[in-house]
């Protein structure tokens, strides 16, 4: 009942903007998931398709929408959405501050289903190391409901690093690591690999 908040941990966009934001699109792999780091042999990876629009020099929307499969346990398709503004500190190094709202559906092996929700609140620092390389980092807070009959909220701290390679203007590669601990569940361990087109 926990992957929902591993969908919060591992797919919320790709990480802070990548400079200033930016409008763009992203197909991503994920593999690892909930409980990853306790050495479970379960089979956990999924699909998100990812964008954003940015309206001005400073503020963005945008949106993911995926799917996470843990072979043995259940199927996961969620949609998320979010916006934020970037602040420039420097002319290389940005601060973001991001709002999202998440939705999902679980469908069980065991054929029951649920419909959990969540609302986040992130704050990410990213750096051009180059003119084709970008690290960036994040930090977030997430309060969750997982749809259960007991009292299953949950508040949720979640963090990832990661870097951004730019073939050219328009086409770059970024991974990111993500890691968080929440009151039930223990580490949860997402890799993220993400190609983005920018418009």
């Known amino acids: ?28 792999y994920i593999l690892g998931g909930e409980n990853n780091s306790r050495g479970g042999n379960e089979e956990k990876s999924g699909f998100e398709f990812a964008g954003a629009y940015a309206f001005d ?3 963005y929307v945008g949106g993911v929408i995926g799917s996470y499969d843990r072979r043995n346990t259940a199927d996961n398709d969620y949609i998320n ?28 092996n065991n054929g029951t289903k649920t419909d959990p929700r969540a609302i986040e609140a992130k704050a990410g620092l990213d750096t051009m190391i180059s003119d084709k390389f970008a690290l960036f980092g994040t930090f977030s807070i997430v309060r969750g409901d997982l749809d ?45 690999i993400a190609g983005r087109w920018t418009f």
């Open 1 to 28: 009942m926990k992957s929902f908040v591993f969908m919060i941990f591992g797919m919320a966009m790709s990480g802070a903007a990548l400079a200033a934001p930016s409008t763009h699109v992203e197909f991503a």
């Open 57 to 59: 020099e400073h503020w």
């Open 81 to 108: 959405a979010n916006g934020g503004y970037v602040f420039s500190l420097t002319p290389k190094i940005n601060l973001t501050a991001e709002g999202g709202l998440w939705f999902g559906e679980q469908k069980n």
């Open 148 to 192: 259960t009959p007991v009292n299953d909220d949950l508040s949720n701290f979640i963090w990832s690093l990661g870097g951004a390679y730019s073939f050219t203007d328009r086409i770059s590669l970024n991974v990111k690591l993500v890691n968080g601990v929440n009151g039930v569940n223990g580490q949860d361990e997402v890799l993220r």
